[in-house]
């Protein structure tokens, strides 16, 4: 699985100023920049803003707010300077995503508030792409990154988007910027970093449709696991993911989670919902542990986190969880977790043979 890193940031930022510095004899400032109402001039100093702005969040490891400063461009600054800055605030967040520690996160607004290394990487690469074609429109210049890369961007910040079959395409579809045949156009759009869900001894991470791919086919998924991680059923529920994420159905709060332990930043399981909750409240959730992992309490304080965090959202009422009957780590697990048993499904359901357990709210 290759990370989203900063390498992949200057290769964005290259590519986007090889482009534009063909066409710095032009007039930026009276040329709007393709659909946006902002001009070419002032679209590329949004580039480099947002690109310091995501660095100063890492490196100042802010959690409530933007760090309060902003870059302003000294008078006179002619377009080939402005690309200068564009590379120098390129290389600022790829040097500060390098020397962030994976299990820092720092604020962001959209959706959950935080977002690690890797999302602001891509969130800054992006900012990249879209704001290079944006002035590209508008100058006439042709501009199309690596569809690699828009895939990864598709599949690690907009997970809640169908992929499609051209990946430029589709993010721009995605993003305001274009049409796609069969999908109606967007008009508001949100890229959607990972959720967390913190528990005491461990943090739950969720897990995007690019770390599933790479758990589905036997990676690590981007974490660092304890031996023997992660266990079969945590691959399992990540094709799952895949699956949901390819039909367009997925919905990132409501898949995939690694445990992941407070004290040393590693995995030990994978927890996580069947699907969104049904029409009546009912949201269903299972899990494993890497074997080396079991034993220590954190099924039980996984499990009470993440129904609490489910719990408290308007549209559940229940938590659901089955398990064999002989299954009885599993079954102490749960009933840890304040779940009751509710039934034994029966042997023509989807659950043959199992035990059934329901925490209400």
Not at 218 to 234: C, K, R, Y
Not at 237 to 266: I, N, Q, S
Request: aromatic share 8%.
């Amino acid at each position: 699985m290759r990370s989203m890193g900063g390498e992949r940031v200057e290769e964005a930022v290259a590519g986007a100023v090889a482009l534009l510095r063909t066409a710095t004899d032009r007039d930026w400032q009276g040329t709007r920049a393709g659909r946006l109402d902002w001009d070419c001039r002032y679209t590329a100093e949004h580039i480099a803003s947002d690109l310091i702005a995501y660095a100063g969040q890492l490196a100042g490891r802010a959690t409530e707010a933007y760090v309060p400063f902003e870059i302003t461009l000294d008078e006179g600054t002619g377009n080939e300077d402005v690309l200068q800055v564009i590379e120098t605030t390129g290389a600022l967040l790829a040097a500060t995503v390098r020397t962030t520690p994976r299990e820092v996160r720092a604020f962001h607004p959209y959706p959950f508030r935080s977002a690690n290394r890797e999302g602001f990487a891509a969130m800054g690469i992006t900012e990249v792409l879209l704001h290079t074609h944006d002035i590209a429109e508008g100058l006439g210049l042709a501009y199309e990154p690596s569809p690699e890369l828009c895939a990864d961007l598709l599949a690690r910040i907009f997970p809640h988007v169908q992929p499609g079959t051209d990946p430029w395409r589709t993010l721009l579809w995605a993003t305001g910027r274009g049409d796609l045949p069969g999908r109606d156009p967007v008009t508001e759009w949100r890229w959607r970093n990972n959720l967390v869900v913190p528990a005491q001894r461990l943090t739950l991470q969720g897990v995007s449709p690019a770390a599933a791919t790479d758990l589905a086919a036997g990676g690590d998924g981007g974490f660092a696991w304890v031996e023997g991680g992660p266990f079969q059923g945590t691959r399992d529920a990540a094709g799952m993911l895949l699956k949901a994420y390819g039909a367009g159905t997925h919905r990132p709060e409501w898949g995939v989670f690694a445990l992941v332990r407070r004290e040393d930043g590693r995995a030990v399981g994978g927890m996580g919902f069947h699907g969104a909750p049904d029409e009546d409240g009912r949201v269903e959730v299972g899990y494993d542990l890497a074997e080396a992992a079991r034993g220590k309490g954190y099924a039980t304080e996984a499990l009470r986190a993440l129904s609490a965090w489910a719990l408290a959202r308007e549209e559940v009422t229940s938590v659901f969880a089955t398990t064999e009957p002989e299954n009885r780590a599993s079954q102490a697990v749960i009933a840890r977790a304040g779940f009751t048993r509710v039934a034994v499904e029966s042997a023509e359901g989807d659950g043959a043979g199992q035990f059934a357990y329901e925490l209400r709210g």
